[in-house]
């Protein structure tokens, strides 16, 4: 289920693509998709994280508008723009 949630945001290495489709054949592999799961899954929990998934779709579209440069939030979650140079 965590693979399949991350795959839907973000593309999935070759070995956790092959596990999905059944395709895994060591223990090693298995072991490293494992590794995998348990980053995404505190990723996908991740508060922290979330903002600095938006923060980047939203700056790219904000900074492409306003023609400026900069993180939507910057510090921690304030929003401030600087002008491009």
């Known amino acids: 289920q965590v693979l399949m949630t ?3 945001l973000y593309s999935l290495p070759v070995l956790c693509d092959r596990y999905l ?3 895994i054949e060591t223990e090693a592999e298995l072991r490293r998709v494992k590794e995998y799961v348990a980053e995404y899954r505190a990723r996908l929990a991740s508060v ?3 903002m ?3 923060n980047e ?3 790219r ?3 492409e508008e306003d023609k400026c440069t900069g993180h939507f939030w910057e510090s921690r979650f304030k929003s401030q723009a600087r002008t491009a140079s």
């Open 6 to 8: 991350w795959c839907s």
């Open 21 to 23: 489709k059944g395709e």
């Open 48 to 50: 922290s994280w979330y």
């Open 52 to 54: 600095k998934a938006i």
């Open 57 to 59: 779709y939203i700056a």
């Open 61 to 63: 579209m904000a900074n």
